[in-house]
């Protein structure tokens, strides 16, 4: 424990939004707290350099520059930099806290992880460091605690991104760090379990003349991921190995001598899964659910009396929002504002979600997009609250308030107990006994009006988004936040529609 004068914080005190909790890691230069963000009740990460470090110029530029480029990277998979705050008396960061388990609490408990999750968790990985290679961000050599890992064994990393030119020995070493881990953790002897292993053995391999790069594991954890949940033609020859595409040294020859002969039929097998491989089509999902008139348990613990209303059984789709963009497409200029807010700000130049083209090309091919499974039954997400409320006006509908969307989820069910899914097609989602998909997990929902944060009665009330989301999962169906803009929009936020009278499917 550093003395008490090289601390910058102490735990209790606030500053700024921030109150300050317990020490979580205590580097060279740095300190990391817990902390909560007042405003939003939400969970952070605070670091900050040493307090006598404050005052050394070089040092405070690093902590500098190393904050900017964290801040730019903008990936699902990796934290994000919430705010920076750098001035005469105080040098820190807040970042987002990463919920789950860390890969070094898992490996230190000894547990076994399957091949499938195993895999998953590889691709989550090399997806990510495969994205801050092509944006040319180095990073510090990865720790086993910088992996957090979900119940369902997706993965986010800590935001180790930092100024300067990226190291390719880091990188080598980061993948003999996974491929070591991940390997004793392997369970032996089931499906998959040894063309895992001769993945992670590769990855693991500091003899190789040309180490894998991050493109070719993720390419090759995708393949077996996908081999591995594909049902299973007992006619077709199964392949125990996996043939990697780069040169094998003289070391690695001697390692995989015993696959060799079996190495051709894996290509074909390869090549075989990918030319078959067909794209999920847009399915015809139940549309709206009837919610019963009666009393029901607010989210503050105040019942909530709510007359009979009917709320979409799953969050909007890329699908359907693709047909309401089609429908504005049609319409004479001086008919496209017909559907927006009175209040829509003159600079917003149209309704598509961010990085719409992309998103809306991969859900049509069933492709991928920022490393993430997707087609035209995965909810839309990137759209702020101007365009979910312009959809719900098109579909002759409105947002659910927040009140309205907590007692749908109350009718027939125990919000506290849904368990929120990972990303998925919005009809594979948690479900409640009334039929509503997604509100614990999947993505975060946009709400029809501001509202008081009870936990901060003096402020003005605010807009607000429930639901937990593939990102942010703590707290399920109780998740809430406010927010200060409605501008807002992120990769894990969607919105559902809501009527008081009943709708046609």
């Known amino acids: 424990m550093p003395e008490e004068t090289h601390q910058p914080f102490i735990k209790g005190s606030q500053t700024g939004d921030y109150l300050i909790g317990d020490i979580i890691a205590e580097g060279a230069r740095t300190l990391s707290y817990s902390a909560t963000q007042v405003s939003v009740q939400r969970e952070v990460v605070l670091c ?26 903008d990936h699902p998979l990796i934290g994000s930099v919430l705010e920076a705050v750098i001035n005469d008396t105080e040098c820190f960061s807040a970042m987002e806290k990463l919920h789950g388990t860390t890969l070094e609490s898992i490996h230190h408990q000894g547990s076994s992880l399957s091949p499938l999750h195993a895999v998953r968790i590889i691709r989550n990985i090399a997806g990510a460091f495969t994205y801050l290679e092509s944006q040319k961000i180095a990073t510090h050599p990865l720790q086993s605690h910088h992996v957090f890992i979900d119940d369902n064994f997706h993965c986010r990393l800590t935001n180790i991104a930092i100024s300067g030119e990226a190291n390719p020995q880091i990188a080598t070493q980061d993948k003999h760090l996974i491929g070591h881990l991940l390997h004793d953790l ?23 003349d040309i180490p894998l790069t991050w493109t070719q594991i993720y390419n090759l954890s995708d393949e077996v991921e996908r ?15 996996m043939r990697m595409p780069s040169a094998i040294s003289s070391a ?15 290509v074909a097998l390869i090549y075989y899964f ?30 909530i009396k709510l007359r009979e209303c009917w709320i979409d059984a799953h969050e909007v789709t890329i699908g359907e929002y693709a047909k309401f963009l ?12 017909a559907y927006q807010h009175e209040d829509q700000p003159n600079n917003k130049p149209s309704h598509h979600p961010d990085d719409w083209d992309n998103l809306y090309a991969a859900a049509k091919d069933g492709h991928l997009w920022h490393q993430l499974d997707v087609d035209l039954n995965y909810p839309v997400v990137g759209v702020d609250w101007w365009d979910a409320y312009a959809y719900a006006e098109w579909k002759g509908r409105r947002l659910p308030t927040r009140d309205e ?18 990303w998925l097609p919005v009809d594979q989602a948690e479900q409640t006994n009334l039929g509503i998909f997604g509100l614990a997990g999947n993505v975060s929902e946009w709400m029809r009006k501001r509202t008081l944060d009870p936990a901060t009665p003096s402020m003005p009330a605010r807009y607000i988004i429930s639901g937990a989301s593939y990102l942010r999962p703590q707290h399920g169906a109780r998740a809430r936040e406010w927010v200060e803009s409605r501008n807002l929009r992120r990769a894990d936020l969607g919105f559902r529609t809501f009527s008081t009278s009943p709708q046609e499917n």
């Open 48 to 73: 900050s350099l040493a307090h006598h470090l404050k005052a050394d110029i070089p040092l405070r530029t690093q902590f500098t520059n190393d904050v900017r480029v964290k801040a730019s990277v």
């Open 186 to 208: 392997l369970e032996p002897g089931q499906p998959g379990s040894t063309r895992t292993g001769s993945l992670l053995d590769f990855m693991a391999d500091l003899e190789r």
């Open 227 to 241: 081999q591995l949940t594909e049902p299973k033609d007992h006619n077709q020859i199964q392949s125990p190995t």
């Open 252 to 266: 690695g020859i001697a390692k995989t001598v015993s696959a060799i002969a079996i190495s051709c039929t894996l």
């Open 274 to 303: 990918s030319s078959q491989k067909t794209v999920p089509k847009e399915r015809k999902i139940s549309d709206m659910v009837r919610v019963p008139a009666g009393h029901y348990p607010g989210p503050d613990g105040v019942p």
């Open 326 to 337: 089609q429908a504005l497409n049609i319409l004479s200029d001086d008919r496209k504002t």
């Open 405 to 422: 969307w907590y007692a749908a989820c109350s009718a027939g069910s125990d919000p506290s107990k849904l368990v929120g899914t990972a």
